[in-house]
């Protein structure tokens, strides 16, 4: 069983830039893809960035593409999301997720969720 924990979040001007952490415990990421996905009350929860530990690679959602980035320690079993250039509509609950195949996109291909971490971005 993996436990997800998130960090980070908080209140930043439009432009500016946090770093989301995302530490586990209980298991390793080694296993999983790891995803960070986002979502507002009312709304559908949104892939947000991916990262697949078998192969290495990396994936994004469109709208985040060039600003945020994802990265990974699975020796300390902490996954990072830098998150650049950030706009208003990028408010929202950000949740660690893990249990993911490679390209995983969708919700319900992940099996361990964190609690989430509120990020808003001011105008």
């Known amino acids: 069983q993996v436990q997800l924990v998130e960090s980070g979040g908080g209140l930043v001007q439009a432009g500016g830039s946090l770093r989301l952490s995302c530490v586990a415990s209980g298991g390793t990421f080694s296993s999983y893809a790891v995803g960070w996905f986002r979502q507002a009350p009312g709304k559908e929860r949104e892939f947000v960035a991916g990262?697949?530990?078998?192969?290495?690679?990396?994936y994004y959602a469109d709208s985040v593409k060039g600003r945020f980035t994802i990265s990974g320690d699975n020796a300390k079993k902490m996954v990072y999301l830098q998150m650049n250039s950030l706009r208003p509509e990028d408010t929202d609950v950000y949740y660690c997720?893990?249990?993911?195949?490679?390209?995983?996109?969708?919700?319900?291909?992940?099996?361990?969720w964190g609690q989430g971490t509120q990020v808003t971005v001011s105008s």
């Open positions: 997720a893990a249990g993911g195949g490679i390209g995983s996109l969708l919700p319900r291909e992940y099996d361990y």
């Open positions: 990262i697949s530990w078998s192969g290495g690679s990396t």
